[in-house]
C-alpha cells in the first residue's frame, strides 16, 4: 500500500523567544524538521516525504540540509493556517493509499511508533496517537462561571501523527474551513468518520518553548 507523510512546519518563533522559525532551530547541530524528516525515512524510506513550508523559506531549508545526508522528499508551499497548509499538500496526493500527518516540530517521534501507526490506520481505517493525562484537568463552565473538574482518566491529549486514507482526507478537505477544526482528527471527523486512538509516547512532545528545546536535547542523548 503507498504510504505518504505530510510534515507540517509553518510555525514561526514567537513563543521560543527567537527570530528563527522554531522549525530550523538546531538540536544537536541538525535542524529540528531534519530530525523528524529522519524518523519516518527510518521507518519506512519507501513513503513519499512531503514538507510543507512557508514558500519564501523553500530556500532557507535547502541550504540548512545541504551538508547532511540527502532525504529524498518534496516541498509544498504552505497556506494562512494549519487547515490550508495540511489541504496543499493533500491536494498534490496523486495514489491511493495512507497518509500521515505530522507536526515538523515533533522530532522525536520514533520510527517504531511511525510503523505501529501505520499498521493499525491500515486495519481500522484511521490512526490518530494519543496520550493520558498525567495531570489532574479543569474546565470551564460558562453556566457556572468557575473551572469544573474532569475525571483525568476520560481524557486524552492528542500528537501526530495522524493517519487516514488518501481518500478521507482528500473529502475531508474539500469543506469550509471551521475554528472547530483544531487538527486534522477533527477535519476528518467531522465527516462522521470515527477517529480510532493509539497509544503515542510522552517523549513524543512538540517543541514550542526554550525549555521544550532543553528537554529534547536531553531526551536524544
Excluded: C
Amino acid at each position: 500500500m503507498k504510504k505518504y507523510a505530510i510534515i507540517v512546519a509553518g510555525g514561526s518563533g514567537q513563543r521560543m523567544q527567537s527570530t528563527v522559525p522554531k522549525q530550523f532551530l538546531l538540536l544537536q547541530g541538525k535542524p529540528i524538521l531534519y530530525h523528524t524528516l529522519k524518523a519516518f525515512y527510518e521507518a519506512d524510506a519507501s513513503t513519499e516525504l512531503l514538507i510543507v513550508l512557508p514558500a519564501d523559506q523553500f530556500n532557507t531549508w535547502e541550504s540548512l540540509i545541504s551538508n547532511l545526508p540527502t532525504i529524498p522528499h518534496r516541498l509544498v508551499a504552505g497556506g494562512n493556517s494549519r487547515f490550508q497548509s495540511s489541504q496543499n499538500a493533500i491536494q498534490t496526493l496523486t495514489e491511493d493509499g495512507l497518509v500521515a500527518i505530522h507536526d515538523g516540530v515533533r522530532p522525536l517521534i520514533e520510527p517504531t511508533l511511525i510503523s505501529t501507526s501505520f499498521h493499525e490506520a491500515a486495519q481500522n481505517g484511521n490512526a490518530v496517537l494519543a496520550v493520558a493525562s498525567k495531570d489532574s484537568v479543569r474546565f470551564y463552565s460558562a453556566e457556572k462561571e468557575r473551572f469544573e473538574h474532569l475525571n483525568r482518566e476520560t481524557i486524552r491529549l492528542i500528537q501526530t501523527p495522524q493517519i487516514f486514507s488518501v481518500k478521507d482526507l482528500k473529502e475531508a478537505f474539500k469543506q469550509e474551513y471551521s475554528h472547530d477544526f483544531t487538527d486534522d482528527a477533527r477535519v476528518v471527523e467531522a465527516l462522521g468518520i470515527h477517529i480510532n486512538l493509539v497509544e503515542g509516547s510522552y517523549i513524543n512532545i512538540k517543541i514550542t518553548t526554550p525549555e521544550d528545546l532543553l528537554l529534547a536535547e536531553v531526551l536524544l542523548k
